[in-house]
Nanobody, 121 residues
């Protein structure tokens, strides 16, 4: 599975950005996708996850009610709509994928290269 992120950039606090992650390779019904982020000097943290079939979602408390994860199975693409951005959302955002398991499990197998999000206050 290959993952390619796009859509990062700069925004002001309170603004919005949408990230995309295009997946390619053998996609099956037990695929789970997720977004993680890593700020400078901090550990990588979970942001949100979605199941490929059914579209069940799970969010971290820090982004719940501000970010929305979704997927378009026709285009093999996952999205992260980010609204009400805060300066603490500044980080490199990574797309991740895993076969089998639960969206509540943070161990992922495949990773993209990341896309930078910078939020100015």
């Amino acid at each position: 599975v290959q993952l390619v992120e796009s859509g990062g950039g700069s925004a002001e606090a309170g603004g919005s950005l949408r990230l995309s992650c295009v997946t390619s390779g053998p996609i099956s019904g037990d695929l789970n996708l997720a977004w993680f982020r890593q700020a400078p000097g901090k550990e990588r943290e979970f942001v949100a996850a979605i199941s490929w079939v059914g579209g069940s979602t799970f969010y971290s408390d820090s982004v719940k009610d501000r970010f929305t994860i979704s997927r378009n199975n026709l285009y093999n693409t996952m999205y992260l709509q980010m609204s009400s951005l805060k300066s603490e959302d500044t980080a490199m955002y990574y797309c991740a994928a895993r076969f089998r398991g639960s969206i509540y499990d943070f161990a992922y197998t495949y990773w993209g290269q990341g896309t930078q999000v910078s939020v100015s206050s």
